[in-house]
């Protein structure tokens, strides 16, 4: 595995990030059980950490659209006769007003229903500021990581095809405790996501471009945007929890 950290791993300014987050990528799959966060993980070719980010922001959305077609009466009445009832009555309604030129229309019966197809998407500002070449070096390599795998891959077998970008997962670590409720205050929960866009900004300091004579970048401003690639939902146990597909087929 490809591991990138910022400050770099020895660094002695490591020790005074108090919380991390680091991101996972592995190769597509179209198999539920690789597509849940632990299998990510697991199967991950490149790991980058950095510490925790200026701005990290957790969209969570749902689509309604107007549908259905409630029958009041029906209901009331709790039966089909019900609603044959209250249509001929609707229907002899409006011929009534029709003929007489009156203004009667049909109630509004429709409802907003959940339109499926929302993804939550999770948007990170970070800065890197280096103090050292080395970690100007490390800040680089982690943005030019990011602005890779936000590509597909060139296929060696054809030049027909090519693979699909890599899946991601993150998660935050609080230096000193492995406790995954620390997680859920500062990574949002995440799923297993799709990375759309990564902007970078090489130059946010414009009064100190350069590290000495190394001609390195003082700082690197990154903006990711990642979408997640399943809907989410609630796990149903009275929890908090949210899960995808994937990770309800594999029992997570």
């Known amino acids: 595995m490809g591991v990138i950290q910022f400050p770099p791993a020895g660094d002695p300014f ?13 190769f597509y799959s179209t198999f539920s059980a690789n597509r849940t966060k632990n299998s990510i993980i697991d199967r991950a070719y ?5 510490p925790y980010p200026q701005q990290h922001k957790t969209l969570n959305s749902q ?3 107007m549908g259905g077609s409630l029958n009041v009466r029906a209901v009331e009445k709790g039966s089909i ?13 409006l011929a009534t007003s029709f003929f007489s030129g009156g203004g009667v229309v ?3 019966h429709f409802e907003s229903r959940l339109k499926p197809g ?5 948007n ?15 800040a680089n390599n982690i943005a030019l990581t990011f602005q890779t795998n936000v590509f597909p891959i060139a296929s060696d077998g054809s030049i027909l095809t090519m693979i699909h970008p890599p899946l991601w997962c993150f998660n935050a670590l609080v230096i000193g405790t492995n406790n995954s409720n620390i997680q859920s205050y500062w990574d949002g929960q995440p ?11 090489r130059s946010p300091i414009l009064n100190l471009p350069i590290i000495g004579s190394d001609f390195k970048p003082v700082a690197l401003n990154m903006k990711l945007s990642f979408i997640e690639l399943e809907p989410a939902m609630q796990k149903g146990d009275g929890s908090l929890r949210i899960i995808s597909r994937s990770e309800r087929l594999a029992g997570k």
């Open 14 to 26: 490591a020790n005074d990030i108090p919380i991390w987050m680091t991101f996972y990528c592995s």
């Open 46 to 50: 490149n790991k980058i950490s950095i």
């Open 63 to 65: 689509s309604y659209e």
């Open 81 to 93: 006769s019900g609603m044959v009832e209250a249509q001929i009555a609707a229907t002899a309604e």
């Open 106 to 108: 049909r109630f509004d």
């Open 118 to 122: 929302d993804r939550r998407t999770h």
């Open 124 to 138: 990170f500002d970070i800065n890197m500021i280096s103090k050292t070449a080395g970690q100007a070096e490390a």
């Open 191 to 201: 799923l297993a996501c799709v990375l759309r866009t990564v902007d970078i900004n």
